[in-house]
């Protein structure tokens, strides 16, 4: 009687647990698809959002065919026995490739929460690709969020990085010092890495107009500052202090996903030894 109370509750939990995670994977995938939809036909580099967006959907897919397993049991209700036991193979599949982007997206969340900012003559800020030529709403919270650190710290200077050009051109560090000068910050404040490709690059480039041994403060979106710390570590900056932007909730999901994709690359590039 027990045995068949417990089995009842364990049932119960798991298809409550099922359709949780059914809710989140469309969110999620509904996300993915207007944000990316939007970023592809907007960035001068559509070509690399277009190759993301693709995995972003696999993964996607991943997690809501583990979700709809969790919930309804699909895999191993197969007949005869010879099938049900053939069924665990994707089932063991799709639910380690789920472990996998539940761990990474739970690091990406748990790296913008974080908040370590202190004191500082640096603040290095991370570009975002121009929309149509013009700032993502994620930029313009990075900078509001470096503005606000500079008026508490008058010594402190900024490094805008961001090489990507728009059509005409220009780049999104000129685009952020442009934007920062409107606000009212002096242009002395101010210092453009417009070289970089990619945030790697960023670091490289910005350590040769700092002194990367000394503790500098990051301003980067919240989604992106698990990553970034880790690469600046790589990249000679031991001693990042985290002040991560807020970002756009109704983004989160497709952004948090890219991140995952971005993670499972790196990954998968040092267990080739970076042949890729």
């Given at each position: 009687?027990?045995?068949?109370?417990?089995?009842?509750?364990?049932?119960?939990?798991?298809?409550?647990?099922?359709?949780?995670?059914?809710l989140?994977?469309?969110?999620?995938?509904?996300?993915?698809?207007?944000?990316?939809?939007?970023?592809?036909?907007a960035?001068?580099?559509?070509?690399?959002?277009?190759?993301?967006?693709?995995?972003?959907?696999?993964?996607?897919?991943?997690?809501?065919?583990?979700?709809?397993?969790?919930?309804?049991?699909?895999?191993?209700?197969?007949?005869?026995?010879?099938?049900?036991?053939?069924?665990?193979?994707?089932?063991?599949?799709?639910a380690?490739?789920?472990?996998?982007?539940?761990?990474?997206?739970?690091?990406?969340?748990?790296?913008?929460?974080?908040?370590?900012?202190?004191?500082?003559?640096?603040?290095?800020?991370?570009?975002?690709?121009?929309?149509?030529?013009?700032?993502?709403?994620?930029l313009?919270?990075?900078?509001?969020?470096?503005?606000?650190?500079?008026?508490?710290?008058?010594?402190?200077?900024?490094?805008?990085?961001?090489?990507?050009?728009d059509?005409?051109?220009?780049?999104?560090?000129?685009?952020?010092?442009?934007?920062?000068?409107?606000?009212?910050?002096?242009?002395e404040?101010?210092v453009?890495?417009?070289?970089?490709?990619?945030?790697?690059?960023n670091?490289?480039?910005?350590?040769?107009?700092?002194?990367?041994?000394?503790?500098?403060?990051?301003?980067?979106?919240?989604?992106?500052?698990?990553?970034?710390?880790?690469?600046?570590?790589?990249?000679?900056?031991?001693?990042?202090?985290?002040?991560?932007a807020?970002?756009?909730?109704?983004?989160?999901?497709?952004?948090?996903?890219?991140?995952?994709?971005?993670?499972l690359?790196?990954?998968?590039?040092?267990?080739?030894?970076?042949?890729?």
């Amino acid at each position: 009687m027990n045995g068949n109370r417990n089995r009842g509750r364990a049932g119960i939990a798991r298809r409550i647990l099922g359709d949780i995670l059914i809710l989140l994977a469309l969110a999620v995938t509904v996300s993915v698809c207007v944000t990316m939809g939007h970023r592809i036909g907007a960035v001068v580099q559509g070509d690399e959002y277009r190759k993301v967006f693709r995995y972003q959907l696999i993964l996607c897919v991943a997690l809501l065919l583990f979700a709809l397993d969790l919930r309804f049991g699909f895999w191993t209700r197969l007949r005869p026995r010879a099938l049900k036991l053939i069924g665990w193979i994707p089932r063991c599949l799709i639910a380690a490739l789920a472990a996998v982007i539940l761990f990474y997206g739970g690091r990406v969340i748990a790296g913008g929460l974080i908040r370590t900012a202190g004191e500082s003559d640096h603040v290095l800020v991370l570009g975002l690709a121009l929309e149509n030529g013009k700032p993502a709403d994620d930029l313009i919270r990075r900078l509001e969020t470096a503005r606000g650190y500079l008026e508490e710290h008058p010594g402190a200077t900024l490094i805008l990085t961001g090489g990507n050009p728009d059509e005409s051109g220009r780049t999104e560090a000129a685009v952020m010092r442009d934007i920062l000068l409107e606000r009212g910050v002096s242009e002395e404040r101010m210092v453009l890495e417009d070289q970089a490709k990619d945030t790697r690059q960023n670091f490289r480039n910005a350590a040769q107009l700092t002194y990367p041994e000394k503790p500098v403060v990051l301003v980067t979106s919240d989604y992106h500052m698990d990553r970034a710390v880790r690469i600046a570590g790589k990249a000679g900056f031991p001693n990042c202090l985290r002040l991560p932007a807020p970002s756009d909730p109704a983004a989160f999901g497709a952004n948090m996903m890219s991140e995952v994709v971005l993670n499972l690359d790196e990954l998968s590039r040092s267990l080739l030894g970076g042949k890729r």
